[in-house]
T-cell receptor
Framework: DGGITQSPKYLFRKEGQNVTLSCEQN?????MYWYRQDPGQGLRLIYY???????QKGDIAEGYSVSREKKESFPLTVTSAQKNPTAFYLC??????????????FGEGSWLTVV | LAKTTQPISMDSYEGQEVNITCSHN???????ITWYQQFPSQGPRFIIQ???TKVTNEVASLFIPADRKSSTLSLPRVSLSDTAVYYC??????????FGKGTRLHILP
């Protein structure tokens, strides 16, 4: 089936560690996005990418890094510089650049908890 | 990017029709209006999209007045499983797709 696969579903991080969340899509979409969602809150944009080897910061990029070496993959690294990383992380894609009429497709999300 | 305003929360009862209104006073000429539904610990999913007048699909209707400064998502005969957060999205700028805080809909038995 076509879709977006995020892994792992649950991840625990120790203080000072970097962790990487995987996001893979087989929808042949050009654009991919990472959002963060805190409990009871809306989605906040971390990074987005419109094409391979190019990505842009969203509203809360500090403490995060991404890469886009392949069209189908957009991994997110939560670095030790992110002081409050405990949250629900959502990866998404759309057929091309974020124009108004595009539908966004989301993965099932990854829960990251700092222990 | 058009700013959207939705009610923070709404309650309704099973079997009722629910209408959620979104205000977007500075919507641009080429902006579409899209609604998403999110259940706890899941990614949002597309419900419906429209540009003007009325759009209907198997799960919802979307009403957009002529001035397009607001839109109303209508859910017919809701059930407990419609309890979720509903997001109204309008437009995209500089390739960003920004979500607001959404409306928490709670369906009561």
């Amino acid at each position: 089936d076509g879709g977006i696969t995020q892994s792992p579903k649950y991840l625990f991080r120790k203080e000072g560690q970097n962790v990487t969340l995987s996001c893979e899509q087989n929808l042949n979409h050009d654009a991919m996005y990472w959002y963060r969602q805190d409990p009871g809150q809306g989605l906040r944009l971390i990074y987005y990418s419109q094409i391979v080897n190019d990505f842009q910061k969203g509203d809360i990029a500090e403490g995060y890094s991404v890469s886009r070496e392949k069209k189908e993959s957009f991994p997110l690294t939560v670095t030790s510089a992110q002081k409050n990383p405990t949250a629900f992380y959502l990866c998404a894609s759309s057929i091309d650049r974020g124009s108004s009429g595009n539908t966004i497709y989301f993965g099932e999300g990854s829960w990251l908890t700092v222990v | 990017l058009a700013k959207t305003t939705q009610p923070i929360s709404m309650d309704s009862y099973e079997g009722q029709e629910v209408n959620i209104t979104c205000s977007h006073n500075n919507i641009a000429t080429n902006d579409y209006i899209t609604w998403y539904q999110q259940f706890p610990s899941q990614g949002p999913r597309f419900i419906i999209q429209g540009y003007k007048t009325k759009v209907t699909n198997e799960v919802a209707s979307l009403f957009i007045p002529a001035d397009r400064k607001s839109s109303t998502l209508s859910l017919p005969r809701v059930s407990l499983s419609d309890t979720a957060v509903y997001y109204c999205l309008v437009g995209a700028r500089d390739d960003k797709i920004i979500f607001g805080k959404g409306t928490r809909l709670h369906i009561l038995p």
